[in-house]
């Protein structure tokens, strides 16, 4: 098995290779796929820290063909963006993500069981995980029911946008639901009360027109919802699982202390890559300029000298919240609070209205993904 670039859906443990990675090469140089991998928790923060490391271009002149809109989308996201053009999409992203209104998490989720729920048996993945946390971001701007609806059906394959590599279909289907998604952001960013004036602030600030923020604003609302749904999908499936089989779920403090630590010890994304735009030197090796680098978070989660006993769950450890599930640096997730919020009220909600909840499925299946490690169902009973 290559221990860089697998299928999560190809390895039952991941993390035994994390493992033996961190054992015996903690800067790897994967020769076949011409990447570097980096397995140390240092080695990891290090990088994400390096301003010679940049996020790679996904899509050089547009070799993917997406079409206009999909690729004005693309183009603005401040999740693939670098330099000048990251801190203003950065501060967009986040103004707008300063805005959401508290929604109540409960309502949505118990609606989502009761319309799924059948002989009291669900699928927590395609009946919640997929779907919650792009309602709470939609409803948290007060989008109309039925664009809700739209977009949350739609997102699946809009998030296919991100990948560094895309087949035919994907890119089919991307290109089918961008314009439309596109056309309801712009209409409800355009109602919102703060919008004007945030426009005008960062139009004012970055000589840009107020034209081009709308296009930025709009394409980093969209970011929004495409960041929550795997990741988000991702954090409520394995925290699920991880409470599940350590039986941690008494109260809500405990959910939240196995929220975080699930983060560390069974993370939805796994990895995060960047490009060299200078040589750089990390511990012996030298990584050299235009080299590739997979920076494997996961692993870095494991690393013995940062977690005492790190393949222990332990929702006590007192810093486990220092995983690197969200990353670190300029391009640190900015929902880290949001995500774990969501999870805790989500499962909470779950555990203090089922007296019994169990586990239907042994052999959970994974998406067949590189960067993240999603269960495609999880199967459950609730009485
Ligand atoms: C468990 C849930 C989540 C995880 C594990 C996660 C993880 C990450 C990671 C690793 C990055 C940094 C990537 C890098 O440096 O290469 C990132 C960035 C980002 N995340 Fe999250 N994320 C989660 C949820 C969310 C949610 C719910 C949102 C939005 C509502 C969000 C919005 C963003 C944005 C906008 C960025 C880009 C920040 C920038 O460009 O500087 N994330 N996330």
């Known amino acids: 098995m290559n221990p860089t670039l697998f299928l999560k859906s190809d390895v039952s443990n991941p993390y035994l290779i994390y493992k033996t990675m961190l054992q015996n090469n903690r800067v790897y140089w994967d020769e ?17 820290k390096n301003s010679k490391a940049e996020i790679p271009v996904v899509n050089a002149n547009n070799e993917q063909k997406l079409n206009k809109k999909t690729l004005e989308i ?3 996201l401040t999740r693939l963006s670098n330099g000048i053009q990251h801190e203003i999409s950065k501060e967009i992203a986040m103004l707008l993500f300063s805005k959401m209104k508290t929604v109540a998490i409960n309502l949505i989720i118990s609606q ?20 919650l946390p792009v309602l709470v971001v939609l409803r948290s701007f007060g989008f109309e029911e039925k664009d809700c609806e739209f977009i949350s059906e739609k997102i699946e394959s809009l998030v296919k946008i991100m990948l560094p590599q895309k087949t035919e279909e994907q890119v089919k289907l991307i290109n089918e639901v961008s314009s439309a998604i596109f056309l309801i952001v712009e209409k409800q960013l355009s109602s919102l009360h703060f919008f004007e004036s945030l426009q005008a602030k960062i139009s004012e600030a970055n000589s840009l027109s107020l034209d081009e923020i709308k296009t930025i604003s709009i394409s980093n609302l969209i970011g929004l919802f495409i960041q929550s749904f795997d990741a988000g999908r991702g954090i409520l499936s ?3 699982l991880q409470i599940l089989n350590y ?27 960047r490009i060299a735009t200078e040589d750089i030197s990390i511990g012996e090796s030298q990584i050299k300029k235009g080299d590739q680098i997979l920076i494997v978070l996961a692993s870095a989660n494991l690393d013995s000298e940062k977690f005492e006993n790190p393949i222990n769950f332990d929702i006590e450890r007192s810093n486990n919240n220092e995983n690197l ?21 989500a499962l909470w909600f779950l555990f203090d209205n089922y007296k019994t909840i169990e586990l239907l499925e042994n052999n959970i299946q994974y998406e067949p993904m590189i960067n993240a490690r999603l269960p495609k169902t999880i199967w459950i009973s609730l009485q």
């Open 247 to 273: 039986k941690t779920f008494s109260n809500k403090d405990e959910i939240q202390k196995s929220v975080i630590e699930t983060l560390r010890f069974n993370p939805p994304i796994h990895n995060t890559r």
């Open 112 to 131: 989502l069981i009761k319309s799924d729920l059948t002989e009291n048996k669900i699928d927590w993945v395609n009946s919640v995980c997929k779907k």
């Open 74 to 76: 693309l183009n603005n």
């Open 325 to 345: 599930t969200f990353g670190i640096g300029g391009h640190m997730c900015l929902a880290k609070h949001f995500s774990i919020h969501l999870a805790t009220e």
């Open 238 to 240: 394995n925290s699920l």
């Open 32 to 48: 076949t796929n011409k990447i570097w991998a980096i397995y140390s928790y240092e080695d990891c923060v290090s990088i994400l």
